[in-house]
């Protein structure tokens, strides 16, 4: 009794301890999540000490650009000051002189602020002499303006003659103008354009520089065209843009919907929907240039806005000279104004020092004013002129199009019907059967008929309840249990069981075979459904066929339309604009 | 005549993705002259020619 007691005791004593240990368990797992909360929020605490030195280092860097940035502008204006100080006084006298005659009225002053020491002080500043020749001309001094002239054209033939040529316009000298623009074009690089000439096209388009000017220009872009036709990179670069322009006509979207069981039973449907769609794109082709040829010429007040824009942005851009310290000074302006955000900075760089270097070829401008003038920025006139030098390559595009669809068109057209899909029956599985439409509709049908019967009439009678195969194992059990059923219990005895079996064994087998009659007569039933909706099917695919002949024949011989449209394009962009007979000016005078 | 300072910044806020390539964006407000698109009278009969082309003087018209 004692030992139990003993044993009593130290259970207890057991027990205690781990309760005890228990609860310093539960201690230590306080202890522990206490410790995790502190973790936490030293990480937190830690996270936002980083963020915030981030953002520290960041206003750090960025206060060290905007010093940066401030030095050298100071640097950068000194510099400009003082190798180009004198440019910035040729630039206000040009806007001066600009004003004058825009007004109509050039002041004696004015005549007198444009000295020769002006091209003497700015000894390759273009401007200068032009504001000399100017000058010159207001004052009636023929021989110091060609002096002039030729040292202007000496230091850039190309803003010479565009400043000669737009400020003769303004002032009704038009075929001055027009020579100045021969020298304009003469001094251009065909490979390397820039926007101004795209405005000048434009201008000229519109008729702003009168019937001489476009026959001019024909002329010089025809020459231009030759040469850059002789580089084989840029022509297939063109015809490659013309081809895709072709393509973007091709919509084979809703043929599917047209044809559908065209589409669902010939295997040959994705060439004759694409031959279809390609032969339809003749009349869309037509709707688009049509509308281009008859699109009425766009107000001229937007032309001489831009060429007024052309005349200011020529007295007040920077020489070549000047520009990359004037680049770096908008550079280092745009970071202060950006608080020292370098990213930001770049994204503001002006446009207009930005975009200098933005040049493009001829044959892209043509092909870009053609194909997308919205999206370069011309309007349908000038659009109409570059369709006329691009109708080469429409052609070409055109044809090589409408032979690659035609050369798509499938030899010959057949059907195909699944059959087992279109029965739906378990275990029927005939093969598809495939007809050409090379063959007789009648024929085509026999053929399908013929096909449905080879194979329904076998699998049909294997449907069939076979008596024969069935009632062999029957008979040979009841003979079975007849013979032990009456040596066991009796010949009576097993020749009722006997009777009894065959009985419930017969009416068993009577019901299999009125279920398989049922199920034969359910499968001939949906088989002769289904032959029925394939026949429906495949003179509906015949009649679709039909059909589709008559829409590609009809929409395919309209090519020839195309083709003469596309004649027509060679001289669109020459008719008469409201430009040819407006003389800047008299209007407002009158 | 008072000569104002040249805009320099002509399009500084313009967009280079904005603009189609073949327009000159130039806003309105910064723009040198008033498109008053005026003659200016008593201008000479011939005009300054490119270099090598005959000064061609034209009876005056009156």
């Known amino acids: 009794m004692s030992d139990v007691n003993q044993l009593r005791g130290q259970l207890r004593s057991i027990e205690n301890q781990i309760f005890n240990l228990r609860q310093n368990i539960l201690k230590v797992d306080d202890t522990v999540g206490a410790i995790e909360q502190q973790q936490q929020a030293t990480r937190n605490d830690l996270v936002e000490l980083r963020l915030a030195f981030a953002r520290f280092a960041q206003q750090a860097e960025r206060t060290a650009n905007v010093h940066r940035a401030e030095t050298a502008i100071g640097a950068l204006k000194n510099d400009i000051e003082h190798q180009f100080g004198h440019h910035k006084v040729v630039r206000r006298t040009a806007v001066g002189m600009l004003q004058s005659f825009d007004v109509g009225l050039v002041s004696e002053d004015t005549v007198q602020a444009v000295g020769e020491q002006l091209m003497i002080q700015t000894p390759r500043y273009w401007l200068a002499p032009v504001l000399v020749a100017l000058a010159a001309w207001v004052g009636d001094d023929p021989d110091l303006c060609v002096r002039a002239v030729e040292e202007a054209y000496r230091r850039s033939p190309e803003r010479t003659s565009l400043l000669m040529t737009l400020i003769l316009r303004r002032q009704g000298r038009r075929a001055s103008a027009v020579r100045w623009l021969r020298h304009y074009l003469d001094a251009q690089d065909p490979a390397a354009l820039n926007r101004e000439f795209a405005l000048i096209l434009e201008a000229i388009a519109h008729g702003a520089f009168g019937p001489d000017a476009l026959t001019l220009t024909r002329e010089r872009l025809e020459s231009w065209r030759r040469t850059l036709l002789a580089d084989e990179a840029s022509t297939h670069a063109q015809l490659n843009r013309w081809r895709r322009e072709m393509e973007t006509f091709v919509r084979p979207e809703g043929l599917r919907e047209d044809f559908p069981r065209l589409g669902a039973s010939s295997p040959q449907w994705p060439q004759l929907e694409r031959a279809l769609a390609g032969a339809e794109a003749h009349q869309s082709i037509i709707d688009r240039y049509v509308a281009v040829l008859n699109t009425p010429p766009s107000p001229t007040d937007r032309i001489e806005d831009a060429i007024d824009d052309l005349l200011d942005m020529l007295v007040e851009e920077y020489d070549p000279e000047e520009l990359p310290l004037r680049r770096e000074l908008a550079a280092k302006e745009a970071i202060v104004a950006a608080d020292g955000d370098l990213e930001e900075a770049a994204r503001s760089t002006p446009f207009q020092l930005a975009a200098l270097k933005d040049v493009r070829d001829y044959l892209t401008i043509q092909t870009d004013s053609a194909l997308d003038p919205d999206g370069i920025g011309v309007s349908p006139q000038t659009q109409r002129l570059a369709l006329a030098f691009c109708h080469d390559w429409l052609s070409d595009a055109h044809s090589a199009f409408t032979r690659d669809y035609r050369l798509g068109l499938p030899s010959t057209v057949t059907v195909t019907l699944d059959l087992r899909e279109r029965a739906d029956v378990t275990g029927f599985k005939p093969p598809p059967w495939t007809g050409s439409f090379e063959r007789p509709l009648d024929a085509l049908e026999r053929s399908l008929t013929s096909h449905w019967t080879r194979h329904t009439e076998p699998f049909l009678a294997g449907l069939a309840f076979d008596w024969r195969k069935r009632i062999i194992a029957p008979i040979v059990v009841l003979l079975l249990v007849a013979v032990f059923g009456s040596a066991v219990a009796g010949l009576a005895v097993g020749l009722v069981i006997t009777v009894g079996g065959g009985v419930a064994w017969g009416l068993l087998l009577r019901a299999q075979a009125d279920s398989a009659a049922e199920k034969q007569n359910a499968a001939r039933a949906r088989l002769a459904a289904a032959r029925k909706r394939s026949l429906v099917e495949l003179r509906a695919a015949g009649a679709e066929l039909t059909d589709w002949t008559t829409r590609f024949t009809d929409a395919d011989s309209r090519e020839s339309n195309v083709r003469a449209l596309i004649a027509d394009l060679a001289t669109a962009g020459a008719p008469g604009s409201p430009h040819e007979r407006r003389v800047p000016g008299r209007a407002e005078e009158a | ?62």
């Open chain 2, 1 to 62: 005549m008072e000569m104002p300072e040249p805009a320099t910044d002509l399009v500084a806020d313009a967009p280079a993705s904005g603009v189609p390539w073949a327009r000159q964006p130039i806003a309105a407000a910064k723009r040198s002259t008033s498109r008053a698109r005026r003659m200016v009278e008593n201008l000479p009969d011939w005009e300054p020619m490119p270099p090598g082309e005959l000064v061609v003087r034209r009876p005056r018209r009156y």
